[in-house]
């Protein structure tokens, strides 16, 4: 099983829509996830971290985790042509001071006008 | 803040040469990680270091190697170059100091072509 897995996509919203992107992750001990965005040609940028059970919202980005489920969610409100880029899941796997920020392989997220 | 660079951006090499590419962290920030992205496999995980120690490793062989000076900045080198690593290399920043890893940053990225 792969440590981080994501659906590759693409995925097509259109404009105003909400953009739901899902990432599952094999490591039951990991206490820290990661949202990244990468636009084509570019290095990732974070946009949202989460560390506990639950919601966080930041502007238009709501990230969502399930430990128990072993989930981590991304939901893109009001969805914009600019938010059209490929969005990495990451995940802090190992413990201690011995570990590894994991990616998926990400999804690619098209919002079209 | 300034952001983390990293050179050269581009470079083209012939297999079995060697390569160097730096990294500089955002100031403050004690670790650096390198990154290999690749259309295939995408982002894998090279090496951390920490304090001028490589504190984790990932599943390259020997050739990939680093360093890490007093300043923080970082060096990756890649000796005997082969085909299959050409790909885009990535560093990225943070502080290092919370238990079990914190936010990281990246940097622009060295595109590398290995012909």
């Known amino acids: 099983q792969k440590e981080v897995e994501q659906n590759s996509g693409p995925l097509s919203v259109p404009e105003g829509a909400i953009a739901s992107l899902n990432c599952t992750y094999s490591?039951?001990?990991?206490?820290?996830f990661f949202w990244y965005r990468q636009y084509s040609g570019k290095s990732p940028e974070l946009i949202m971290s989460?560390?506990?059970?639950g919601d966080k919202e930041d502007g238009r980005f709501t990230a969502q985790l399930n430990k128990a489920s072993q989930y981590v969610s991304l939901l893109i409100r009001d969805s914009q042509p600019s938010d059209s880029a490929t969005y990495l899941c990451?995940?802090?796997?190992?413990?201690?001071?011995?570990?590894?920020?994991?990616f998926g392989k990400g999804t690619l997220l098209t919002v079209n006008p | 803040k300034a952001g983390v660079t990293q050179t050269p951006r581009y470079l083209i090499k012939t297999r079995g040469q060697q390569v160097t590419l730096s990294c500089s962290p955002i100031?403050?920030?004690?670790?650096v990680s390198w990154y290999q992205q690749t259309p295939g496999q995408g982002l894998q995980f090279l090496f951390e270091?920490?304090?001028?120690?490589?504190?984790n490793k990932g599943n390259f062989p020997g050739r990939f190697s680093g360093r890490q000076f007093s300043n923080s900045r970082s060096e990756m080198n890649v000796s005997t170059l082969e085909l299959g690593d050409s790909a885009l290399y990535l560093c990225?920043?943070?502080?290092?100091?919370?238990?079990?890893?914190?936010?990281?940053?990246f940097g622009p990225g060295t595109r590398l072509t290995v012909l």
């Open positions: 990225a920043s943070s502080s290092g100091t919370s238990p079990g890893g914190d936010e990281q940053f």
């Open positions: 490591d039951r001990v990991s206490q820290s």
């Open positions: 989460i560390y506990s059970n």
């Open positions: 990451a995940v802090i796997v190992g413990g201690g001071s011995n570990y590894k920020l994991t």
């Open positions: 100031s403050g920030h004690r670790s």
């Open positions: 270091y920490f304090s001028e120690t490589q504190r």
